[in-house]
């Protein structure tokens, strides 16, 4: 996997690649290159890949043959997954085509374009030979597909960074532009031959409107799920995390704020699905490195028999496991027609009258009704004398500070989400504890069961519950500081 950062330029047929060679930072333009690449693209028969900006090629020529995924660009970086080159040239590898099932949703992947590039390559090296920034100039010739296949022609110049700084980037970037070239008007090549694709129409509330800032809220986290589905795929750090994270506030949304978007009901339960879906892998990789960390603290003398191997290489592999079950559940028609369902919510939501009103004074009482959740909540927990159940209560307690937080973030109030947040915090370190205790005691008693020594789970589970209870003392100050 690479992250691809470059600028696109259109230039005219006669345009020249200027002298490079005084750019600061450049020691040396080193020879020129040539070469004869050959791209076959893959796409669904609608074009799903191509309308949410995704490319993928198999690749004949130049120094890269072979199998090129480009996912969506953000913050000016392309994530871009190669594979080598298979002997088949029209099936796509089925790892590449798995990391695009959020997108394709099952559909045949075949080819429906082909660009054939003559490519003339300028290096800038620096003072020990690196390669800091190369510029590509490329004739292009594409076809597209069909019944009747149509030919374009053009030429555009290409920059990308290698090993040097943005900086020089943009230096190079301004010298050729001030030889004639000028910012590319589509983001790739295959944008440009494809011409405009039909955007999917959407409905658009008033500007202001709570409706439309709820509705770009939605959206947002819609992008996020899909964006972190090829990277739960490939087991990437953190992205389960993140998906997990996108799936808890659409939830969270969609109940917040059921005054303005209504019918979604079904929605919430399948978003709570795939939350425990990827829940358990998180779950253990959380509890993995907090053993691991607790381990590390003590003295040698205090870790005895193979804990680590349990709560580490034991752990590691029921995550593996888990990572097992993800990857069935993202394959399956089920999370897919949870995709096609958040796609028709974010396109056409159906949204109440309450939904026009002024943005900032309906928003604002929807978050102001979450904290008071939380308050209703606590209440009710205190009231409580059986300690196992008030346990039950307290848990409940988080869960609301949680919901009052991802709605006052949703409507641009951080010292409420602030507030929220910290009891979330609190009342976490409290249930971390808690869930630590349950794990150690399985573990333990495993162990007992293989003759092996249990004397650091003791230890261990003196260490969360002390944790635990400290949290829990902590929270009525905490809770008269907030309210």
């Given at each position: 996997m690479a992250i691809?950062?470059?600028?696109?330029?259109?230039?005219?047929?006669?345009?020249?690649?200027?002298?490079?060679?005084?750019?600061?930072?450049?020691?040396?333009?080193?020879?020129?290159?040539?070469?004869?690449l050959v791209a076959l693209y893959f796409d669904t028969a609608d074009l799903r890949l191509a309308s949410r900006g995704i490319t993928l090629r198999r690749r004949r020529g130049g120094d890269d043959d072979g199998w090129h995924l480009k996912l969506p660009k953000a913050k000016g970086a392309r994530q871009e997954i190669t594979l080598p080159l298979t002997r088949g040239a029209k099936v796509v590898p089925p790892e590449l085509a798995d990391l695009v099932l959020a997108y394709t949703r099952g559909a045949p992947l075949a080819p429906v374009a082909q660009l054939e590039t003559r490519r003339g390559v300028t290096r800038l090296l620096g003072d020990g030979g690196d390669l800091l920034v190369e510029v590509a100039d490329d004739r292009v010739k594409g076809t597209v597909f069909g019944e009747e296949p149509t030919v374009r022609r053009w030429r555009e110049v290409e920059a990308e960074l290698?090993?040097?700084?943005?900086?020089?980037?943009?230096?190079?970037?301004?010298?050729?532009?001030?030889?004639?070239?000028?910012?590319?008007?589509?983001?790739?090549?295959?944008a440009r031959l494809l011409g405009d694709i039909p955007a999917r129409q959407v409905a658009e509330p008033p500007a202001g409107s709570a409706g439309a800032v709820v509705l770009g809220y939605l959206r947002k986290q819609v992008d996020a799920l899909t964006a972190q589905d090829p990277r739960v795929r490939r087991a990437e750090e953190d992205a389960v995390h993140q998906a997990r994270v996108a799936s808890r506030r659409l939830r969270s949304a969609l109940k917040a704020f059921k005054s303005l978007v209504t019918d979604t009901d079904d929605l919430q339960q399948e978003l709570r699905w795939l939350g425990e879906v990827l829940g358990e892998a998180r779950d253990l990789e959380v509890i993995r490195e907090r053993f691991s960390g607790r381990l590390d603290g003590l003295g040698p003398s205090l870790v005895v028999g193979p804990v680590r191997r349990r709560l580490g290489d034991d752990l590691l592999a029921r995550e593996h496991d888990a990572y097992g079950r993800i990857r069935q559940a993202l394959s399956g028609d089920r999370?897919?027609?949870?995709?096609?369902?958040?796609?028709?919510?974010?396109?056409?939501?159906?949204?109440?009258?309450?939904?026009?009103?002024?943005?900032?004074?309906?928003?604002e009482k929807i978050a102001d009704k979450g904290w008071k959740g939380v308050a209703d909540t606590y209440d009710g927990a205190r009231r409580i004398d059986d300690a196992e159940q008030r346990e039950i209560a307290m848990h409940d307690v988080r869960k609301a500070a949680k919901r009052a937080r991802y709605t006052a973030e949703a409507v641009g109030l951080p010292e409420a989400a602030k507030r929220a947040a910290t009891v979330q915090e609190v009342l976490g370190r409290h249930q971390d504890g808690v869930v630590a205790q349950e794990v150690l005691a399985q573990e333990a008693e495993a162990a007992r069961q293989a003759d092996e020594d249990t004397f650091t789970y003791g230890v261990l589970v003196g260490l969360e519950r002390a944790d635990a209870e400290r949290a829990h003392e902590e929270f009525p100050g905490v809770w008269a500081t907030l309210a």
């Open positions: 691809e950062i470059e600028d696109k330029f259109d230039v005219p047929a006669e345009f020249a690649v200027p002298d490079l060679n005084d750019v600061q930072g450049c020691a040396e333009v080193a020879q020129p290159l040539s070469h004869r290698k090993d040097g700084d943005e900086g020089m980037l943009k230096r190079v970037g301004k010298r050729l532009r001030k030889a004639g070239a000028s910012p590319a008007g589509s983001a790739s090549k295959l999370y897919f027609a949870l995709l096609d369902g958040l796609d028709r919510l974010v396109a056409n939501p159906p949204l109440t009258p309450l939904a026009g009103k002024d943005a900032a004074k309906t928003l």
